[in-house]
């Protein structure tokens, strides 16, 4: 069973701090995606990687950044959140042409 | 870039009967367009997907149609029960990887 895992369901910050979300798969999979959901706009790529080291621009990627260190794992780094970054973060892992998701994390910045 | 435009917003169908969900994507060179449902707090699964070559799919009940000269693609639950209430969303992509995603559409179905 594919098994696609974010560290963290809810999470609260402050305007300016650093936040991390993690996302880790179980599958080997190559390509993993960061997603942004909200109401009325759908989801929206941030960024994703195709491989170890590598990272592509989404369609929205600015104020994110990402790392693929390993190839379970894929990283979406906000280095100072903002009011606007208030969402929900849903990560991808694809298997053949299949985009298996996270349960989300969902960010507040206040 | 690709753009995925979905209508409607919002769809309320009495149980039993059918619900259509139709998107409109702008590069042609869109060839595989996925359909996922998300339910209520749950992550978003794929549901039945169509590729560039083929007119329709059906799974079930739901089938998939596409017109690449109109470049639209329709979603069709048939028999609708309540469970098929969620969230849908449509998508389209050139390579089968990267996805644009549309709007989404919520689906009620009334018992």
């Known amino acids: 069973d594919v098994k696609v895992t974010q560290s963290s369901r809810y999470l609260v910050k402050r305007t300016g701090e650093k936040v991390f979300l993690e996302c880790v798969q179980d599958?080997?999979?190559?390509?993993m995606f960061w997603y942004r959901q909200d109401p009325g706009l759908g989801l929206r790529l941030i960024y994703f990687?195709?491989?170890?080291?590598?990272?592509e621009k989404g369609d929205i990627p600015e104020g994110y950044s990402v790392s693929r260190e390993k190839k379970e794992r894929f990283s979406l780094i906000l280095e100072s959140t903002s009011t606007n970054q208030t969402s929900m973060y849903l990560c991808?892992?694809?298997?053949?042409?299949?985009?298996?998701f996270g349960a989300g994390t969902r960010l507040s910045v206040l | 870039g690709e753009n995925v435009e979905q209508h409607p917003s919002t769809l309320s169908v009495q149980e039993g009967d059918s619900a259509v969900i139709k998107c409109t994507y702008s590069d042609s060179a869109s060839n595989y367009f996925p359909w996922y449902k998300q339910e209520l707090g749950k992550r978003p699964q794929l549901i039945i997907d169509?590729?560039?070559?083929?007119g329709e799919k059906k799974d079930q009940r739901i089938a998939v149609t596409l017109n690449k000269t109109a470049k639209h693609f329709s979603l069709h639950i048939t028999e609708t029960q309540p469970e098929d209430s969620a969230v849908y969303f449509c998508a389209a992509s050139k390579d089968g990887n990267k996805l644009v995603f549309g709007a989404g559409t919520i689906l009620r179905v009334k018992s």
């Open positions: 599958m080997d999979h190559e390509n």
């Open positions: 169509i590729r560039s070559n083929v």
């Open positions: 991808a892992s694809q298997g053949g042409n299949i985009q298996y």
């Open positions: 990687s195709y491989d170890v080291k590598m990272k």
